[in-house]
């Protein structure tokens, strides 16, 4: 079952029943009671810290650059949204255990629930193949990312930047409204705009609020050219 995976992401597992244990989101144990099955929770926490740490030590030792720009960088790597990509990537939804009702709800291909396997997944590699097999993989499938953050200014928060240089210039704080939601309830998008006063300065959409407002700010800051 797990063959294809292995081959992909380069790690052959020794303990099959920890490799299983990696997809099985909480809500299958509803409908499995008795089977003796653990969710995927403990492991997420896991891979969590070991992603945290590897890519802090990468970064550490590769780029003389200020505290600050390094934990900027480091958080756009390990953020739900580049984690989910990675996922897709990987196929990761194919694997997953879940309830009928998460499956029906579009548990597979939510944000969310895609970049914590990606976390169960690197705790499951660390548990079973140790620390240098978890620093190859996060290395080959995440930190590659990093050229493209910087490049791309991915790692910058366009809201506490735009926040930052309304106040410092116009000394006016941003405003954000939500302008249009459209899709179903497990897959809706926002579109977000932001005001300085009463003027509509930028627009942005995402799959939630947050991500909506972010987007906005990148667009205002365009607008004002503020970058």
Do not use: C
Not at 124 to 133: A, E, M, N, S
Not at 179 to 186: R, S
């Amino acid at each position: 079952m797990f063959s294809d995976l292995e081959k992909i992401i380069g790690v052959k597992f020794k303990n099959i029943k920890l490799l299983k244990n990696i997809f099985i989101h909480r809500s299958y144990l509803n409908e499995s009671r008795g089977k003796g099955l653990e969710s995927n929770e403990r492991l997420e926490f896991l891979g969590d810290a070991v992603l945290e740490l590897i890519t802090t030590e990468y970064l550490y030792l590769n780029f003389p650059n200020p505290e600050g720009e390094l934990t900027n960088w480091r958080s756009a790597l390990v953020k739900g949204e580049n984690l989910a990509k990675v996922a897709e990537t990987l196929n990761l939804n194919n694997y997953l255990q879940m309830s009928h009702g998460e499956e029906h709800s579009g548990g597979r291909n939510k944000k969310y629930i895609l970049a914590n396997t990606m976390e169960a997944l690197i705790g499951g590699i660390y548990l079973d193949r140790g620390f240098l097999v978890a620093k190859k993989f996060i290395t080959k499938f995440i930190i590659v990312h990093l050229k493209e953050i910087i490049e791309k200014g991915l790692h910058i928060d366009a809201k506490s930047h735009f926040q930052e240089l309304a106040q410092e210039k116009l000394s006016v704080t941003p405003v954000y409204q939500v302008l249009e939601t459209a899709g179903p309830d497990h897959a809706k998008n926002f579109t977000m705009g932001v005001y300085l006063k009463k003027e509509l300065i930028g627009t942005g959409s995402g799959v939630s609020k947050q991500a909506g407002e972010q987007a906005a700010a990148k667009d205002a800051l365009k607008n004002k050219k503020w970058i």
